[in-house]
């Protein structure tokens, strides 16, 4: 912050730092609001006095409007610092209790609030967070750190709209800043802003392109507006930059499904397989293979996801779906048991999900 940096507040007891009054903050606003009112009651009686009019009643004047600081001295940069020390060794107490301590001296001490919400923020309490965060922006609007940090409590809080004001605040100072790119393309993809989070994403990408976090926003921006190839290349490079979590496994997995490039989902499906088993898992794979005509891996994968689920019915689907080719191929017979297979997986899997029109069609056509 400059020097220079000052604002002006009008103080009176209802003043709009109430919002603050919560948990940790109570102390510090209970104590801004006190020193408000006892300083307009001071000013104004001065102003009477000054003016030679003793009889005047002070307590009908207009409140003055006070200049105060908001740049901190030298020996509150000591204490802020001794706070910032503390919470970088998660000992968040005495940060707190610093600010705090701060805030009851000079209530508008706009880097008090800024640590104060980090210091929050780190230990989730995200419902008071936001107010310090929304303060200390209210004080010092040029504030990148309470702007961007504003931004992501206000996302995990779900109110996206008002955290992408707030990215888009923090990135009118910083516009070079990695994170706040990445965070406001997927904020906007949320929104169903595909253009703008493509924009974000490459911009991010642009910034540092051995971020794997940057690669995946913009995958999952290609893959939403159906640039397959696009969004896999980014996958793909999202995976080698980072310990994809499995989401990412599976959002690969299905863009390779989605450009029919079956081999390497079925690759990617067997390594999910390995990282995480699940019912899931094995239904991709026995998916992959069915498509590449590898009909007894793919029942083998299949049946092994209903071992994990007995009511996952997409793997229902895919056993009922094989044995219903195989009998229909064999004749339709009526005492083949591939009937009766399939006629009693889809119907399991239209009683683990009854919303499947194309399953309830199949076994009215058949007979099933």
């Known amino acids: ?26 102390a510090a606003v209970a104590s801004c609001a006190a020193m408000s009112g006892c300083v307009t009651r001071s000013v104004a009686a001065t102003d009477a006095a000054r003016a030679g009019s003793p009889n ?5 004047a207009t409140p003055p409007r006070l200049v105060m600081r908001t740049e901190p001295s030298a020996a509150e940069e000591e204490r802020l610092a001794v706070a910032a020390a503390a919470a970088a060794s998660d000992d968040y107490s005495t940060a707190l209790r610093i600010f705090r301590e701060l805030l009851e001296e000079n209530p508008t001490l706009a880097d008090a609030y800024t640590g104060m919400g980090s210091a929050l923020e780190h230990q989730g309490e995200l419902e008071l967070a936001e107010p310090a965060y929304a303060r200390a922006i209210s004080l010092d609007p040029e504030d990148f750190t309470a702007a961007s940090g504003y931004g ?8 996206s709209k008002e955290a992408i004001r707030a990215l888009q605040r923090a990135l009118t100072i910083r ?14 993809l949320a929104a169903a802003q595909t253009d703008g989070a493509i924009a974000f994403a490459e911009r991010a990408i642009r910034l540092d392109p051995q971020s794997g976090a ?23 490079t999202a995976c080698e930059l980072i310990e994809p979590p499995v989401e990412v496994m599976y959002a690969l997995l ?9 081999r390497e989902a079925a690759n990617a499906a067997e390594a999910l397989t390995r990282v995480a088993p699940s019912a899931g898992a094995y239904e991709r794979l026995g998916w992959s293979l069915f498509r590449l005509n590898e009909f007894k891996p793919s ?7 209903i071992e ?12 009922g779906v094989k044995a219903l080719t195989g009998w229909i191929k064999g004749g339709r017979t009526a005492d083949d048991p591939l009937r009766d297979e399939a006629r009693s997986m889809l119907q399991r899997s239209l009683r683990a999900n009854a919303d499947q029109p194309k399953v309830s069609g199949l076994l009215m056509k058949y007979k099933l």
């Not at 029942?299 to 996801?305: L, M, V």
């Open 1 to 26: 912050m400059s020097a220079s940096r000052m604002i002006r507040l009008e103080f009176g007891c209802s003043q709009r730092a109430q919002g603050l009054a919560l948990g940790v903050l109570a």
């Open 56 to 60: 005047v009643d002070s307590s009908n």
């Open 152 to 159: 992501r409590v206000l996302e995990a809080l779900g109110r």
């Open 175 to 188: 516009p070079r800043d990695l994170d706040s790119n990445i965070a406001m393309a997927r904020l906007l």
């Open 214 to 236: 940057a690669h995946l926003a913009l995958a999952r921006a290609y893959a939403k507006v159906g640039r397959g190839a696009d969004a896999i290349r980014e996958f793909e």
């Open 254 to 262: 299905n863009a390779y499904a989605a450009e029919k490039r079956y």
């Open 299 to 305: 029942d083998d994968a299949y049946r092994k996801s």
């Open 308 to 319: 994990l689920d007995p009511t996952y019915w997409p793997a229902l689907n895919g056993v």
